[in-house]
């Protein structure tokens, strides 16, 4: 029908005339037909584009996705390695500030009884491991090595109440013993009233009692007291070391002086 009435109007293109009533009719009842076809037909093209591109925006989505994942899988890695490289750089030149051999080791796991504040370290008897051998990292004294198997070793940290390290004040020179209270804080026992301490003061190890070498960095002086009848000062510290973060140690491969006789 439609074709035939377009077939009827193109009859007269060839000629410049007004409609006659016949076409006029004709148009009024054809043309709601063609802009009805017209606009169903641009309606499905637009939905079939639309339905496309929504298609392939969620396929571009998705590949977005997976590629956001794996940059952050990326960057964590990166950071990782960066911060690992950064520990190990202390580490190297923490290494070379010692006069002793040292073997590096990672720290595995901790005490699983909870009786001890202790860690266990992937060297052992294989290593050069010993018995009473110091354990530090690249900020000062970590603790000791109280148990050894061939491959793993445990160390008794210095934040441990079983822990005594032989220290002095580095600025006074005042001597005295260094004794785990908690995760965080040390004392420091035997230093007299007359001793010259202040918050703030750097303790080291003594280098007696014949572990730990002289000169390594034990923590800072926290607090300072003293009662009308002690003998001692009341000193607490904080240890220089992180013992939350432990990864990385280094054991000195520096065997116990033991006297003779």
């Known amino acids: 029908m439609v074709g035939f009435v377009l077939l009827l109007l193109s009859s007269n293109s060839g000629r410049i005339s007004t409609w006659n009533p016949a076409e006029q009719l004709i148009v009024?009842?054809?043309a709601p037909f063609q802009k009805?076809?017209?606009?169903?037909v641009s309606a499905i093209q637009c939905i079939w584009l639309d339905y496309f591109y929504l298609v392939g925006l969620r396929d571009e989505n998705r590949r977005l996705k997976r590629e956001i994942s794996t940059?952050?899988?990326e960057n964590r890695r990166y950071r990782e390695q960066l911060s690992t490289h950064r520990r190990l750089k202390e580490l190297l030149q923490f290494k070379q500030a010692i006069h002793f051999p040292v073997v590096a080791a990672q720290v595995?796991?901790?005490d699983p009884t909870g009786w001890f504040k202790s860690i266990i370290i992937d060297k052992g008897k294989r290593a050069g491991v010993r018995i009473n051998m110091p354990v530090v990292n690249a900020s000062g004294v970590v603790g000791r090595?109280?148990?050894?198997?061939?491959?793993?070793?445990?160390a008794l940290l210095i934040i441990d109440q079983n822990s005594a390290v032989d220290s002095l004040v580095q600025r006074s020179r005042d001597r005295g013993i260094v004794k785990g209270l908690?995760?965080?804080?040390?004392?420091?026992?035997?230093?007299?009233?007359?001793?010259?301490?202040v918050p703030g003061d750097l303790v080291i190890t003594s280098g007696l009692g014949g572990v730990f070498p002289k000169g390594l960095s034990v923590g800072r002086v926290a607090s300072v007291s003293e009662g009308s009848g002690d003998l001692f000062k009341k000193i607490t510290i904080r240890?220089?070391?992180?013992?939350?973060?432990?990864?990385e140690v280094l054991v000195i491969l520096k065997e116990e002086k033991r006297s003779a006789g």
């Open 28 to 30: 009024e009842i054809t």
């Open 36 to 40: 009805f076809i017209k606009r169903t």
């Open 71 to 73: 940059l952050e899988t």
């Open 108 to 110: 595995i796991g901790r």
């Open 145 to 154: 090595v109280v148990s050894v198997s061939p491959n793993y070793a445990k």
């Open 182 to 197: 908690s995760s965080e804080v040390c004392k420091l026992d035997y230093v007299v009233k007359s001793g010259d301490v």
């Open 239 to 247: 240890p220089v070391v992180d013992f939350s973060k432990l990864e």
